[in-house]
């Protein structure tokens, strides 16, 4: 293979059999008959780029499409009914019995009748008084909420790959240049496959402490 062809950034993905890397290569060129390489450090930051953004985003997208489903269709909860309350270690207790306690005021020659029956307090619907007031558009809220999260779930996907991509490109590019050695490009999406799982694996820690 030339010079000016090595040169030539092959189209993205270029994906070639890897076999003939491993086999048949004594009394052979480096640069293997059919194979694509990067010679640019530009080219490795951009192939690993794309690779990135495919991997991250699938993974993002389907967290991302799991936390709007949780927002839109919360668990409901059971309203606690018989008088009946769960507590921390789930079992049933009666709740208290409310008695109605009238207090015993003596009368005395000091306050008149009239005037202890004027501070009796009027009856007071206590359910009335707390019943919750009703939300307004919670739906239409809930759906901004879970846009607003996927969003969030997407941008949070970009910056990532655009940052990993440039870390792993660019070390790439300097430790096989340092060495001699040619580019392939089955390594960014390799890489990006290892970066993608490294961020997967320490999702679940944080998935399994809230379980």
Avoid at 1 to 12: D, E, G, H, L, V
Avoid at 83 to 95: D, H
Avoid at 119 to 124: A, L, Q, R, T
Avoid at 143 to 170: D, E, H, P, R
């Amino acid at each position: 293979m030339s010079a000016a062809a090595q040169n030539q950034t092959p189209p993205w993905p270029s994906l070639y059999d890897p076999l003939i890397e491993f086999y048949n290569l004594e009394h052979h060129a480096p640069v293997q008959p059919g194979a694509h390489y990067l010679t640019r450090a530009g080219d490795v930051f951009r192939f690993t780029l794309y690779w990135m953004l495919i991997f991250l985003s699938l993974f993002f997208l389907f967290t991302g499409g799991v936390a709007c489903f949780n927002i839109l269709y919360p668990a409901r909860r059971d309203d606690n009914k018989n008088g009946i309350s769960l507590t921390g270690s789930s079992t049933p207790q009666p709740a208290p019995e409310s008695h109605t306690e009238i207090p015993l005021t003596p009368l005395t020659s000091a306050r008149s009748p009239d005037l202890l029956l004027s501070e009796v307090p009027g009856p007071v619907d206590i359910d009335e008084r707390r019943a919750p007031q009703p939300r307004k558009n919670v739906r239409r809220s809930r759906i901004t909420y879970a846009l607003f999260t996927l969003l969030a779930f997407l941008v949070t996907a970009l910056t990532a790959s655009f940052i990993w991509s440039a870390v792993v490109g660019y070390v790439l590019y300097a430790v096989f240049k340092a060495g001699h050695f040619n580019i392939s490009t089955w390594l960014p999406p390799v890489w990006a496959l290892i970066i993608t799982s490294c961020v997967v694996l320490g999702a679940f820690p944080s998935v399994i402490d809230r379980i």
